[in-house]
C-alpha cells in the first residue's frame, strides 16, 4: 500500500484542518473535507533530507538566495512546464499571501482598484481589503459548470473601474480552470491595452488532470508590458505550509529589489526556515514520480466522486481540469444551504466547506477537498449523499 493509499491519523499535529474543524464548522472531530492541504504525508525521500538535517541539529539563519535553491524553482519550471526562467528573478517570501500583500502595496496606491475573476479563493477578498484596496469582480461565466472568461465584461470593467491590479489565480481555486494559450494571452493583451498590472498566483500548477497543461505567466513574458509577478510555492503539491516557505518569481530587477528591500528591510525576513529550504530544493529536484503518483490518486478520486454524485441528477458536478477541490452546484436542492451543512454537521460528522466562502457565485456550492486517500473521499460522498437523502425523505 502506498502512502497515496494508507489513511493516516492527522490528529495531534495541531492540523487546522482536523484538530481545529470546530473553528469553521461548530463542532469537533467532523471528518473534514475543508481548507486545501492534503491528507498526504511528504515524500519519503523528502522526509529523510528533514531527518539527516534534525539528526545533524543546526537551524541557524538560513540564506536562500544561492544557485541551489533558486535552481532548484526553474528546473521544476522547465522539466514540468517546459518554461524558461532566469534563477535571478527567484526570491523567496515566507508564503504567497505574504507575497501578494507586498505586491499589491508595490503595484498600486491605497483606494486603487484589484480585479479578480470570482469566485476567487476567499484570502484574496482579505488581503486586498486589508490593504485599503478596492476589489472588483469579474464572474467568470458558468455554462453547465464549465467556466469561461467573459472577456467582454472583463475588457468593459477595465475601462469603466482603471484598475491598477489584475489578480490571476492559475489555475482557478475553486473552479478549476487551466487557462489556455488563447484565454492567457487575450488577458495579457488586456492588461497591456489599459495598462494593468498582473499579479498571478499559481499554486495550484501541478496537480492537473491528464493532458491538461499550465502555461506560467512568465513563458509569456515578451508579450506583457506591465509590471507582473508569478506567485507560488511548492507547499500546495507536496503538502508542506507547515514547513513555511513560497517564492516570487520577477523578470523585472526594479520590481524585483522593491520587494527585497520590503522582505529584508521593513519586515526582518530575510533568513529562510531551514526545512522550508530543504524541502523546496529536494521536491523540485527530485520528487518528480511522486508528483505523477499523486496526480493519479486525484484523477482516481475525482472519479469515484463523480460516480457517486452522478446517481442524484440534481447535482450538477465536472471533473476540474487541475487542483483537488470539486466545485459541487446543488442549486436544484429543495431546501436552504444552511439545513444542508446543519445535517451534514450534526448528523452526518462531515465538514465540506461552504461555497459562499468564495464569493455570492459560490452561494450554492459546496468546495470537497479530495486531497485524501480514496477510502476517505468515498466515504465523504457517501456522507453527503446520505445528508441528501434524510433532507428528501423529513
Ligand atoms: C490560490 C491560493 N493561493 C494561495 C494559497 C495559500 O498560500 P500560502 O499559504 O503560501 O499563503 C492558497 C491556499 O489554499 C490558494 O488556494
Known sequence: MSNFDQQYSRYGTYSTQWDYVQDRFGEKELLPFSISDTDFMLPDGTIDCLKAAVTRGFFGYTRWNHL???KSITHWFQQEFACWIDP?????SPSVIYSLSVCIQLMSQKGDKIVTFTPCYDAFFNCIGGNERELITCSLENVN???TIDFTALEKVFAIERPAIFLLCNPHNPTGRVFTEEELTHLIALCNRYRVAIISDEI??????????HLPILAFADQIHVPVVLLSSASKTFNSPGLGGSYGIFSEE???????RILKGRDGLSSIPYPALLTTMDCYNNQKNWVEELNQTIDANFFELKKILDKDTRIQFEIPEATYLGWLNLEQLPYT????QTVLVKREKVAIMKGETYGAEGKRYLRFNLGAPKEKIIDGAERLMRGIRYLDER
Do not use: N, S, T
Not at 254 to 260: A, P, S, V, W
Not at 337 to 340: A, D, F, K
Open 68 to 70: 541551489d535553491y533558486k
Open 88 to 92: 535571478e528573478w527567484c526570491v523567496y
Open 145 to 147: 459548470e464549465q467556466f
Open 204 to 213: 495550484h500548477m501541478d496537480v492537473r488532470r491528464p493532458g491538461k497543461i
Open 254 to 260: 526594479g520590481l524585483r529589489e522593491k520587494f527585497l
Open 337 to 340: 444551504m444552511e439545513e444542508l
